[in-house]
């Protein structure tokens, strides 16, 4: 059975193909458009998908789609009613944006991607997200949490699934949203709500949670863990500004794009305003869980939706329990509703079918070009001798190979790598791909072997599969890595590499540890600002150009900045 | 080439960009940054084509533009830099007619072009070049009484621009004797779209601004009982779980 998984008009649009259940191909379209987080209608990546499968639209067996449209419209709708009259412009852009397009979302993807009219289906946006979670998950039986902006009515569902059989225990109803509040947040600190959100997560570390009772009246308990005072937010009828203006009565004036951000020194008023956030999302949602754990006693737990991308939240919930393993996919969020609502049709569609899910592979995009670049340098030997040679020279590389990941970050095969105690300040790096902001997370890579004596480990809990997601405590006493990290509160967010999962990476870093005493590097994802990772071999010369990295390695070929022409 | 409502447009604002010599010093900053911008998005398309002779050809096209974008750049330095605006917005070649496809020279963008095939690749281009050509003509002309330099720095870029026209022209020949229809249909295209996208934006544009319009009113008049008595609900947090066949669920856009 051939199923294909559409995810968009939300924010970043996606599609993933599933062959007999197994995804051979996802990818998001801001990869082939150029706009960050691109909401429109994947058809690009629908097109690479089926390219890449070889095989033609009308071979598809179904196209599903990862939210129910007219369920989603009457909440808006809904929500633009119970806030009249104020609501005469949102009402207009929403009403425009969803009569002109978004409500024959059907009717679109038979005319453009030419399938037959029954063979489109729809899946609740929050069972998608959970179906991404637990079928790209190693567990046979788990219990599922998603933590959401918003789909149709849910922003949250608590369930358990057992091989095909999924549960739905509890939702949150909108405008109850923790990943709105948090947008919402992200909007008050001067920050681009929907892209930014991970930029408050990191100046959570940055100051101390005085805020915290404030956040406590704002996000009351509740027995299936929290409400949201409405009179402080927006976003249940307005996508442009999500707060009120009544919340600077509770935290001050807001925050506008340019002005000071106050995060050290006397006044670290916005980092306390995030770290208090950070609180009380914690706070709320391991009420959550311990909810859930009551009504599922399982061990296992499979995360998703926008806040599982939220590092710092990942790593309390497994230090605090009570599951014992956690599991995130690579793509918590939208993008994964793509292969979530395939990979959800598929096992309703095919009730006896329950494979082991052997392919964890996030590699499932674009690989690069097959023919090189004119300005190409064929490597004679070990492209890992060459970047471990110029690494120790204090060169920033980018280094490309493979396919595109399918998710928020890459895992590997699209990074630019520095060798911490060689490549100048801890920024240099990000500084060279036009980010300028001193306070981004810096992510550490380091062999398996590394991590598990440099990182605190967590008593019963195993991180294995998570550690790309967390956000882990070094090892107090380890100056070496606290240098490379230079974080404010002794974490990092490492890039655990295995020997299993990625051996020419593994080598390199091993190679790395034998030269310096310390086998970590300074990663980041090959993307310019304001871009998305790169996808093929020309837009990788292309970024290397526009950037400030010294050479880019795309297989065995060597190409250096200033050298390059047209 | 150029469109008479165009060139009479464009005849006016060079007209006064030639009044004095500080807008000439903007003008040709604003030239030059429209070249040192093509430059990179012409590098751009080159590395994305498969087709060797058509790759060369936007290289060459990239080069002589980054070239000419040196050479006006530091024309406009010889008129000084005081009071003229370091970064100034690019000079639109188009009209006001550059989209998500083309540039403001006119060339095709990159990332808006990577389904554009070679035939319609160079059709743009021709019609890019000779707009270019001719607008460097009248500034040339214009120049010739008053700064001497620049008419022969004009010249000589539109020297460049017939060399790459005629290279252009052979390219459009040889795949005219394969695909004669594809080329005429390529230039037509290339040729009418301006007018074509103008006509459909602003068809596009007072479409939605008419049912914005209607939106508007609607939601001060059908809307407004419904309004009042929506305000009355309360939303709480709570279990809206679903039962039934989930095959059946499937099919539902509810």
């Known amino acids: ?566 | 080439m150029v469109p008479m409502s165009l060139r009479r447009c464009t005849k006016t604002r060079l007209g006064v960009a030639f009044d004095n010599s500080a807008s000439r010093g903007r003008l040709w900053r604003q030239l030059a940054a429209t070249e040192a911008a093509s430059a990179q998005g012409l590098q751009s398309l080159a590395r994305r084509q498969r087709d060797v002779d058509l790759r060369e050809l936007l290289g060459a096209l990239a080069s002589d533009a980054d070239r000419h974008a040196a050479a006006l750049g530091a024309q406009a330095d010889t008129m000084g830099t005081a009071g003229i605006d370091p970064t100034p917005e690019p000079f639109d070649f188009t009209g006001g007619r550059h989209d998500e496809t083309r540039d403001r020279h006119g060339f095709p963008i990159s990332e808006g072009s990577e389904n554009l095939g070679a035939v319609a690749c160079l059709a743009t281009l021709q019609v890019a070049v000779l707009d270019a050509r001719e607008l460097y003509q009248l500034c040339g002309r214009l120049a010739a009484g008053v700064d001497s330099e620049a008419g022969v720095l004009c010249r000589s870029i539109v020297e460049d621009l017939d060399r790459h026209l005629s290279n252009i022209d052979r390219a459009l020949e040889l795949h005219r004797g394969e695909h004669g229809d594809a080329v005429r249909d390529a230039l037509r295209t290339a040729r009418r779209s301006p007018f074509m996208a103008a006509w459909k934006r602003t068809g596009m544009r007072s479409g939605a601004g008419l049912s914005r319009g209607m939106l508007y009113v609607f939601y001060w008049t059908l809307l407004l009982p419904f309004g009042l008595v929506s305000r009355r609900s309360r939303a709480r947090p709570g279990c809206r779980v679903e039962s039934g066949d989930a095959a059946k669920n499937l099919r539902s856009q509810y």
Not at chain 1, 200 to 207: D, R
């Open chain 1, 1 to 566: 059975m051939r199923i294909l998984g559409i995810s968009a008009h939300h924010k970043d649009a996606a599609a993933a193909l599933l062959v007999d259940g197994q995804p051979v191909a996802a990818a998001r379209e801001e990869h082939f458009t150029g706009e960050l987080h691109d909401p429109a209608l994947p058809l690009h990546a629908a097109r690479f998908c089926l390219e890449h499968a070889g095989i033609s639209a009308s071979q598809l067996d179904h196209v599903v789609f990862y939210e129910k449209p007219l369920r989603k419209f009457e909440r808006i709708l809904l929500h633009q009613l119970k806030a009249y009259p104020r609501t005469s412009r949102s009402f207009v852009r929403s009403a425009f944006a969803w009569l002109g397009d978004r409500l024959w979302i059907k009717n679109r993807l038979v005319k453009e991607l030419g399938v037959e009219f029954d063979a489109v289906l729809f899946v609740q946006h929050q069972l998608a997200l959970a179906a991404n979670a637990f079928f790209t998950s190693p567990f046979s039986e788990a219990a599922l949490l998603t933590v959401d902006d918003a789909g149709e009515w849910a922003t949250s569902l608590s369930g358990r699934a057992s091989k095909n059989q999924f549960e739905v225990l509890d939702e949150v109803q909108f405008p109850h949203s923790l990943g709105f509040v948090v947008s919402a947040i992200t909007q008050f600190l001067g920050f681009v709500p929907g892209r930014d959100e991970y930029v408050v997560e990191t100046l959570a570390a940055y100051g101390t949670p005085r805020y915290a009772e404030v956040f406590r009246e704002l996000l009351p308990a509740h027995e299936n863990g929290f409400t949201v005072d409405q009179a402080a937010f927006r976003y249940a009828f307005d996508a442009e500004q999500l707060y009120a203006d009544s919340l600077a009565s509770h935290l001050g004036a807001p925050r506008f794009s340019g002005d000071p951000l106050h995060i050290d020194g006397t006044d670290t008023r916005h980092a306390d305003i995030a770290c208090s956030l950070q609180l009380l999302l914690g706070e709320r949602i391991l009420t959550m869980i311990r909810v859930l754990h009551e009504r599922a006693p399982l061990a296992k737990l499979c995360l998703a939706g926008e806040l599982a991308n939220n590092r710092r939240l990942v790593t309390q919930i497994v230090e605090t329990g009570p599951f014992t393993q956690v599991f995130v996919p690579n793509a918590p969020g939208k993008s994964g509703g793509a292969l979530g609502a395939a990979l959800y049709a598929h096992h309703v569609l095919s009730p006896d079918e329950f494979g082991e899910h052997t392919s964890h592979d996030a590699a499932l995009g674009e690989s690069v070009d097959e023919r090189a670049e004119p300005s190409a340098q064929l490597l004679s030997g070990d492209p890992g001798d060459e970047i471990l040679r110029r690494l120790l020279d204090g060169q920033h590389i980018a280094w490309v190979r493979g396919r595109v990941e399918f998710g928020a970050t890459s895992l590997g095969n699209r990074m630019v790598l520095a060798l911490p105690s060689r490549a100048g300040p801890p920024n240099r790096l990000q500084t060279c791909l036009q980010r300028t902001e001193p306070f981004l997370p810096r992510r550490l890579a380091m062999p398996e072997e590394c991590a598990k004596t440099r990182l605190e480990s967590i008593p019963g809990r195993d991180l294995g599969p998570l550690l790309a997601r967390a956000q882990i405590r070094m090892t107090p006493g380890d100056p070496s890595l606290r240098q490379a990290s230079d974080s404010p509160d002794g974490t990092i967010c490492p890039q655990v590499v295995t020997a299993a999962s990625d051996p020419e990476f593994h080598a390199l870093l091993q190679q790395v540890g034998t030269a310096t005493d310390l086998p970590v590097l300074q990663v980041e994802d090959f993307a310019l600002r304001g871009s998305p990772v790169v996808r093929t071999e020309a837009a990788a010369v292309d970024a290397l150009q526009r950037s400030r990295l010294d050479c880019l390695i795309v297989e065995n070929r060597l190409y250096e900045r200033p050298t390059i022409e047209p």
